[in-house]
């Protein structure tokens, strides 16, 4: 169903501000997107965020507009897990079925990249702006210096709030009553740390793989970018014993990679450097409710449901938002009552079961890599899996690989623990995972549970 | 341990913030208590609040600074439970053993009386100020008309966020990372309403009761005034069949008073008038943590921990804050640090196990009173603590008339809940649930679970 061009307000510029922006200027609206921020195009980025993950529900927003190639060109793809355990050679775990990868992609790159196409399409971006506050029913937002300075007063027909996190629309909708909110920051920050190319530019690890060295309570990963370096982000408690705390000094530093990282003792001093130099991250899982008002303004991606990054799939569910948006644009066409009504009914349950997802991936990764009967249960599981794959598709794989609801992907991912609970009270199961006996009663499990 | 005389900022003059005041300048601190809103003692109460069950924490945070006895003049006890239930006669239901109480007090009375009191101790109170911001490491204030107006500065020692569900305070740490927060409203929403005396002074209903007319997803509660009225409070779903939604005429109120509530059916002009004139409220529970800044800032009463009005303990938690504190004060002298860090890390499982067993209160009034198997098990634990009154102290006496931990109560409940699951799977349970051999069941599984 065609729409009506609307007059439509942006606030910020991010990856999913400016593909919706590159959306909404398909279907035919007028769009002014608004940052506090300077151009990300103009200035050097900050680095201060975990490199990306694009997957399947990413890469399907931006077929739907055209742009798939476009970002392909700057972007890696990872089809494995290289894992550096202590005292073990690196072992390499595939992803998915053949063909099946995760795209590297920075972050800074990306996001000027979009904006360069969102402008391309039409949009007006007014940088350097600050939105301080929003008028929800009569949807105005008044711009200014500061919060105490003169303010600009802009009317539009629609907003739509893509501001992060700390979202300042979601914060006006925040003061209204019967508005559910919470923000959970986990014990845990993080800090992007950078292993550099090559001299001749090529990478220095595998540069088809996304790299984890698991410590238990800590961990690096790292993650390949086009020049040739490697983005690494180092997971790490606040306090305690191994903590941001208890490195003090470049000799603390230098001492903890050389201890928990030994193969990567080459990058020590680069490592080092940044640690002091970079900052230290905090990590949120945050949710509302409602994300919309009326007709007149919708949160997107983050702001409406930030989510810690274990899962990889921040910007994924904020790009399928998008997607969902545009379905229901052409359903309802200028109802747009029922669009943003549809479109937090739709989302709110996907948007919490990836949060829980990413969550439960933080406590396992932090936990439980350790415990050898949950290695033993992933290792049935895959044995099982390969076996049987189209009765046992693993909860990762529907999530990346697939864009069936990730609320799907929590129930069925709770129905195989539990399955798995009851294979795992089986007398002797270390000795025969791989038996006949346990083949069946999965598959009896299975049965039983449809 | 003796403090040195510090100046103190107390931000909100409700109950919490005047008690508060008390206890500082009999400690000798200097007090001033800033509330944006015009000194309550110069208005006619607005009426929006649920009217005050005090009980034992409240009380002893009272008796601590001597005022039981005057703020017992201006409150009823109430010792049972007077239920209305429809086509039955009324019944009373004893709240506790004899001279236990609760005991009914208009929150605007009180309020009047408690800011008397904390000006003859020499509180300095700044009525129609405005602090729009809170300079955490520093301890400072901003004050002005509007939140862009000129504002005016003032430093002090230390501040006290006392400023309710809404905190300006809280509003202000919870902008910093890593805090926590959550607030989760319910779908049902309350309207005071109003039951005036006889012509002669005295109530049409018994004087020492709470009066509750259950009716499953919606009820009507009813408490005394000195005066000779009662505050009536509906709570009702916002939406649905029966709601506040629903009854949208004088016609609608009537007919609804007159079918769901026979027995006050000489009161409904009055009830609907005030149905049409009062505010509809919502309510919520909000958690936070940290509730404090180092040894500047600390969050005391509702800015805190605001829980659902269903077990009546939202005053009694905020004055049992205050209690806490100034055994913090005596014991650690001028370490605020560590009063400050104590207070919230004794505080805060208790202020969760109140805000969960508030909210479980809830949903046995509007979904489980009227489960034939629920009033079953109630009796047969009514049963058992009869006869052994040291062995089974129910959970709402250890909430209402004791002074042991929250969390405590919460445990026991939980332990005691698990019991009486065993209990009802009894076989022919109906029959025999008041014989010798449910006892013993019950004396077994107590002594199991020690």
């Known amino acids: 169903m065609a729409q009506t061009p609307k007059n439509i307000a942006i606030i910020g510029s991010g990856l999913v501000g400016s593909l919706l922006a590159i959306y909404l200027r398909k279907l035919g609206h007028s769009v002014t997107v608004f940052d506090r921020r300077p151009d990300i195009r103009t200035i050097k980025f900050s680095g201060r965020s975990i490199n990306l993950a694009m997957s399947n529900r990413g890469w399907r927003s931006l077929q739907k507009v055209g742009l798939e190639g476009k970002i392909k060109e700057i972007g890696i793809p990872l089809d494995k897990r290289a894992m550096h355990v202590n005292d073990k050679p690196v072992y390499f775990q595939k992803y998915g079925k053949e063909g099946e990868a995760i795209w590297s992609i920075s972050r800074g790159i990306l996001n000027k990249r979009m904006i360069d196409l969102a402008e391309a ?32 007063e802009y009317q539009y027909d629609i907003i739509f709030g893509c501001d992060g996190a700390f979202s300042r629309v979601r914060h006006k909708m925040q003061r209204r009553s019967r508005f559910d909110y919470s923000q959970d920051f986990i014990d845990v920050g993080y800090k992007e740390l950078t292993i550099p ?14 790299h984890i060295w698991p410590r238990g309570a800590f ?80 949160l997107v991606g983050d702001s ?14 904020g790009f399928e938002d998008i997607y969902v948006l545009q379905e229901l644009m052409e359903k309802y066409g200028d109802d747009w009552e029922s669009i943003f009504s549809e479109y937090q009914k739709q989302r709110k349950p996907n948007a919490d079961a990836i949060a829980e997802l990413s969550y439960r991936n933080f406590v396992e990764m932090s936990s439980k890599t350790a415990d050898p009967k949950f290695l033993l249960q992933k290792k049935i599981e895959k044995h099982f899996a390969a076996k049987h794959p189209e009765k046992w598709i693993p909860v990762y794989s529907r999530v990346t690989f697939s864009d069936r609801p990730y609320a799907e992907a929590l129930a069925i991912g709770d129905q195989q623990e539990k399955i798995m609970k009851e294979v795992m009270k089986l007398p002797n199961i270390d000795d025969k995972w791989d038996s006949k006996e346990v083949e069946d009663k999965i598959l009896r499990l299975l049965k039983d549970s449809k």
Chains 1, 2 share one sequence.
Request: hydrophobic share 35%.
């Open 197 to 210: 190319a090559n001299e001749d530019g090529t990478h220095k690890l595998d540069k088809n793989s996304f």
């Open 121 to 152: 399409e039409g949009t007006e971006f007014r940088f350097n702006e600050k939105v301080w506050d929003v008028d929800l029913p009569e949807a105005k937002i008044y711009t200014g210096e500061t919060e105490k300075s003169e303010w600009k």
């Open 304 to 317: 409406a449901h930030a989510i810690v990054p274990f899962y990889g799939q921040g910007m994924n569910a």
């Open 219 to 298: 961990m690096l990963i790292a993650m390949p970018n086009i020049d040739g370096s490697f983005t690494c982000t180092l997971f790490l408690p606040f306090e305690g014993n191994v903590s941001f705390e208890s490195i003090k000094t470049e000799e603390d530093a230098r001492a903890f990679f050389k201890e928990y990282f030994p193969n990567v003792r080459k990058e020590i001093e680069n490592l080092t450097k940044d640690f002091f130099q970079n900052p230290t991250s905090a990590m949120v899982t945050m949710k509302c409710y409602p994300w919309t008002y009326w007709n007149k303004v919708a």
